[in-house]
């Protein structure tokens, strides 16, 4: 499966004062279909029927429903056409609840693997030309789209989020300065008028767009994806609150806190993200990190990673300091460190105090196979593509030129690539990168197999 | 080679749980953090370390012994306990540490759909246990840094089987005292299995701390937990023990392993029950050194919860994460308490005055950088 949906707090002290008595995520809606074919152009009706119906059982509206139906149209193409003979293929649909995802698996050995590059073409000499490459139609119509090069396989998934009704014009009501409150998981009334008190009292670059439907909100924390508790006071007034997504089975990603009208002094934020914690310190979660910072994020709770920029739509490039704070003892690890890596790595794991033996390497000739192949993680909304290394290629350079050639031209502005340290193959790709205007940003610690290196294309603001 | 199906092997409760990682032993730490010095004070161990009587069994110990099996079930040191406590051997079960004991209490008495009583900051392995055997464990929040004995009680439904209570609590140090141990043993009423974690009881002189054992003829449905690991400073050879009235531990000893504790462990632990010696000069130390950290946290104007056992709580104005980085490349490895679900704080285990300097001064930097 390509989402973890566990729920975050089944043992915690956070799970028994808060869940026992209130909501719980949503149970008893139907979660997944799936669907068993080949990639034969015979079956391509079915799988959009399948896509269609999946999707409108699992309640996007009519137009959203077509959309995904034409980008898994557009997919099962390809697939169709880059197989030279006809294998199995599954194709499995998921109610996210405030989206529909239809993952396509197969096994890679029966693929060009290539082909599941992001700008891949179907051939050299196809009719469509460099323009018009299956998987970037397919992109077009969805929130997000994800390939994922695992044991099992390649899988890519596209995720067609629903459409939400804006906020309403309900008057949001005045919140008080609280001195007594309790930090609860909210019911989903509370939820939405969390959200309207958020887009109240905050200017939106310090919450994610999806804040601005109460609907979507209340769908994503009752998805079990998303979290939040809030503070509230006796008269059950929600003076603050946070919210959180568990990005990966290692990551939690934390929104806020926000807090309504409270004095400086008070010790609500401390207390919401404390909560966070320790619902989050027995779970295999090893790093919490804040990329929509408040002012009013508690000192001494995370620590600054580092920054990136981040150019958007509808509002001017703005650089983002990445917040990152570790759930574990540090055990100490060894990383593969290219030579011209070496003094960005050496000054930030001293500045973060981490113990990393660095091991150096760098290519040395060595026979590489011909053709590299990229993951890719594009999430539209944030017009951002975060790309990482499956196979390493002597057309490296060529594949990343295509890549960012390809995005430009799709209007991305926000090209990431991650390097793993646990690996010295992609250690060595360090240079390449380097050449290609890609500026090392950030150090996540453990976010791969190892730590990972996140680096941004473009100069930078 | 086959695949093997992990995922329709394993049960969903142990694919959701995330395995314990004890930390690398101390040349690689010290390699790693590149410090020449490392004083460990995440353990809880003694810092004298085992009594001098029990240190010269281990010296004269017959290797060749090694090569036949110990007493199955700790014979020798159970008649031992018995004499000393007046009690019947068989009231006591050995385990490799006390941890192996919990395992042993769970497995006798729970089956699915049960759950267990605990609190949600305390010695996290009755969580565990319960957790990864697929029973669910009820956490009730700390009320003032004890258990809430109310809240406890009033957790309980007909699926509730044990309750535990660390007595005194690890991390925090706070006990219950007898009125409150009689007056929540009423209530139970026998009808569940209350168990005493009494892994520090050598170190409370408080004269309302009530001795667990003494109460078992009253209330059969308790059980006393002890260990070796931290007055007898034997946690090297892993030995620890329950006891309990003749009916419990009837049914316990179904679920226990036996021969788990190794020979040196008994014969060890055999010598060091007598030095009462032993526990007066750790308890000196330890009330000395908790007197000296007591004041240099003051003078640094830090929280602390400072109760009975060999160990100390600080809050600092910082991740605990990330003092735990800056102690280690300190040379002072002390326990980081997000994992006990309590941000931003560290317990530090007592140890001798030279430790104790090494970590204020430590502290000092790592609050200053
Ligand atoms: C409260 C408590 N109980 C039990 C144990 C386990 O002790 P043993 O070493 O005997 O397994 C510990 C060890 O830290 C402890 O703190």
């Not at chain 1, 960012?404 to 646990?422: H, K, Q, S, V």
């Amino acid at each position: 499966m390509y989402k973890m949906k566990q729920s975050l707090f089944s043992t915690s002290s956070l799970c028994y004062m808060i869940f026992s008595d209130s909501e719980v995520p949503m149970k008893g809606y139907s979660t997944e279909a799936s669907l068993t074919i080949s990639s034969d152009m015979q079956f391509l009706p079915l799988a959009m029927s399948f896509t269609e119906a999946s999707a409108k059982a699992f309640g996007l509206e009519k137009t959203d429903a077509l959309k995904l139906t034409l980008a898994c149209e557009e997919t099962f193409t390809y697939i169709c056409k880059t197989s030279k003979e006809t294998r199995s293929l599954v194709m499995k649909a998921t109610n996210g609840l405030y989206y529909v995802g239809v993952q396509f698996l197969f096994n890679a050995s029966d693929f060009d693997p290539r082909a599941f590059n992001l700008t891949a073409q179907v051939s050299p000499d196809d009719e469509q030309g460099l323009d018009e490459m299956g998987l970037i139609i397919a992109s077009r119509s969805v929130e997000r789209l994800q390939i994922f090069h695992g044991s099992e396989g390649v899988s890519l998934v596209l995720v067609k989020e629903k459409s939400y009704p804006p906020m309403s014009k309900i008057t949001i009501p005045e919140s008080k300065t609280l001195r007594d409150f309790t930090v609860v998981a909210p019911d989903p009334g509370t939820l939405k008028l969390f959200a309207g008190q958020i887009v109240h009292y905050y200017p939106d670059h310090l919450y994610p767009r999806d804040f601005r439907f109460p609907g979507k909100l209340m769908d994503m924390v009752a998805s079990g994806e998303y979290g939040a508790a809030v503070a509230v006071g006796k008269e059950e007034l929600t003076g603050g609150g946070v919210v959180w997504f568990q990005s990966s089975g290692k990551m939690v990603e934390v929104f806020g806190p926000y807090l309504f009208n409270q004095p400086p002094q008070s010790s609500m934020a401390a207390r919401l993200i404390n909560a966070v914690i320790e619902g989050l310190a027995k779970t295999g979660i090893l790093f919490l990190i804040v990329m929509y910072a408040t002012p009013e994020l508690p000192s001494g709770y995370f620590e600054p990673l580092g920054a990136i920029d981040i150019f958007k739509k509808d509002s001017p490039p703005a650089a983002i300091t990445v917040y990152c704070r570790q759930l574990k003892e540090d055990p100490g690890s060894t990383v593969w460190v290219h030579p011209e890596l070496e003094e960005f790595l050496k000054k930030e794991y001293r500045r973060l105090y981490f113990a990393r033996r660095m091991k150096p390497t760098e290519s040395a000739g060595e026979a590489r196979p011909e053709h590299s192949v990229f993951a890719a993680r594009f999430v539209k909304a944030q017009n951002t593509v975060i790309l990482n290394t499956i196979w390493d290629g002597v057309d490296f350079s060529d594949n990343l030129d295509r890549h960012i050639r390809t995005l430009g031209n799709e209007g991305i502005p926000n090209i990431f690539f991650e390097i793993d340290l646990a690996y010295a193959w992609q250690a060595n790709l360090i240079p390449l990168l380097l050449r290609r205007e890609f500026i090392p940003r950030l150090v996540l610690p453990y976010a791969g197999e190892g730590d990972i290196v996140l680096f941004q294309h473009g100069k930078g603001l | 080679m086959f695949i093997v199906p992990l995922d329709s092997l394993v049960p969903d409760y142990v694919k959701t749980f995330e395995a314990y990682i004890p930390s690398k032993p101390d040349p690689e730490l010290m390699k790693l953090y590149g410090c020449d010095r490392l004083y460990r004070l995440n353990n809880n161990e003694n810092p004298l370390g085992p009594p001098p009587g029990a240190q010269e069994i281990m010296r004269r110990f017959p290797p060749p012994r090694a090569g036949l099996y110990p007493s199955g079930d700790s014979y020798y040191m159970r008649c031992r306990l018995a004499e000393l406590y007046g009690m019947d051997p068989d009231q006591f079960l050995f385990g490799n540490g006390a941890n192996e004991v919990i395992a042993f209490v769970i497995k006798a008495f729970c089956q699915e759909g049960d759950n267990i009583i605990t609190a949600d900051k305390t010695f996290a392995v009755y969580e565990w246990v319960a957790t990864f055997s697929g029973f669910t464990a009820k956490l009730i929040p700390l009320k003032d840094f004890g258990f809430d004995d109310q809240a406890m009680l009033d957790a309980i439904d007909e699926r509730t089987k044990i309750l535990f209570v660390c007595n005194p609590n690890n991390p925090t140090g706070t006990y219950w005292n007898e009125a409150k141990l009689r007056s929540f043993l009423d209530t139970v009423a026998g009808r569940q299995i209350v168990v005493i974690d009494e892994a520090y009881c050598e170190f409370v002189e408080k004269d309302d701390y009530p001795d667990g054992m003494k109460l078992i003829s009253e209330y059969p449905n308790l059980v006393v937990f002890r260990t070796f690991s931290k007055m007898y400073g034997l946690a090297g050879l892993r030995i620890g023990y329950l006891m309990g009235s003749m009916g419990v531990v009837d049914v316990i000893r179904r679920t226990c392993v036996v021969y788990s504790v190794n020979t040196v462990a008994q014969d060890t632990a055999l010598a060091a029950i007598d030095d009462i010696d032993h526990i007066y000069r750790t308890r000196e130390i330890v009330n000395t050194e908790k007197r000296y950290l007591r004041e240099e946290l003051d003078g640094l104007g830090l929280e602390t919860q400072i109760g009975e056992g060999c160990f100390i709580m600080v809050r600092l104005p910082m991740s605990d994460t990330l003092a735990y980085r800056k102690f280690m490349s300190e040379g002072v490895m002390i326990r980081s308490m997000t994992g006990f679900r309590f941000p931003n704080w560290i317990r530090v285990s007592i140890g001798r005055h030279g430790a104790m300097e090494a970590f204020v001064e430590a502290l000092k930097k790592v609050l200053s950088v």
